[in-house]
């Protein structure tokens, strides 16, 4: 059964540092998504994505945050300058047009230093 | 602005017995439902959804029950499996919302006792 993926399982980063979390969604998925959990919060939409574009954003998705689909499969989730309370869970999502249940990778989880 | 709520953090059950997690909302234009699962340090598996058409879908020991007048959802598991303890999560859409957003819920942590 396909999966969505992502890499690394978890990163540490030092503070102030860019980090690039990676996501191959489902293949044949239209919809992606990032979502985040700090520990032991809720899990917090960050920004959806569609046709090459940011269908939707969520407050916590500043300038600092940014996504892309820099080919047919990868999508990814970049933080230029991370600070400690972006420790959290990344989870990445994806679904197929006219289908509302997204189905989510595994997770990374980025500890900032 | 919480727009879907679960209320109750944790709930725990006898293995055996029904299991019952509660969701609420605010928005009446949500038609679509989802309940999601989610183990420590995983990915939110999807469960079970329903659509506003209908009050009741069942998968197996999964049934969700709409109850649309009162903005009201719930989860019955029956019957309860130790495997079940994790994290539920109430997500709902609006239908007509093109990037099928889902609003989250905070979550009913389950705790299955043997």
């Known amino acids: ?113 | 602005d919480q727009q879907v709520k679960q209320n109750s953090p944790s709930l725990s059950v006898q293995e055996g017995r029904i299991s019952i997690l509660n969701c609420d909302y605010t928005n009446s234009m949500f038609d679509y439902f989802l309940w999601y699962k989610k183990y420590p340090a995983e990915g939110p598996t999807f469960l079970i959804s329903i659509s506003s058409i209908k009050d009741k879908n069942e998968d197996g020991r999964f049934t969700v029950f709409l109850n649309k007048s009162a903005k009201h959802l719930s989860l019955h598991i029956v019957p309860s499996q130790p495997g079940d303890s994790a994290v539920y999560f109430c997500a709902a859409s609006a239908l007509a919302d093109s990037n099928y957003q889902l609003i989250w819920g905070a979550g009913t942590k389950l705790i299955i006792k043997p």
């Not at chain 1, 985040?36 to 959806?48: D, T, W």
């Not at chain 1, 990868?74 to 990445?92: G, H, P, Q, V, W």
Request: proline share 4%; hydrophobic share 30%.
């Open chain 1, 1 to 113: 059964e396909p999966e969505v993926t992502q890499t690394p399982s978890h990163q540490v980063t030092q503070m102030g540092q860019e980090v690039i979390l990676r996501c191959v969604p489902i293949s044949n998925h239209l919809y992606f998504y990032w979502y985040r959990q700090i520990l032991g919060q809720k899990v917090e939409f960050l920004v959806s994505f569609y046709n090459n574009e940011i269908s939707e954003k969520s407050e916590i998705f500043d300038d600092q945050f940014s996504v892309e689909r820099p080919d047919g499969s990868n999508f990814t989730l970049k933080i230029r300058s991370t600070k400690l309370e972006d420790s959290a869970m990344y989870f990445c999502a994806s679904n197929r047009r006219g289908v509302y249940e997204q189905y989510f990778g595994p997770g990374t989880r980025l500890t900032v230093t």
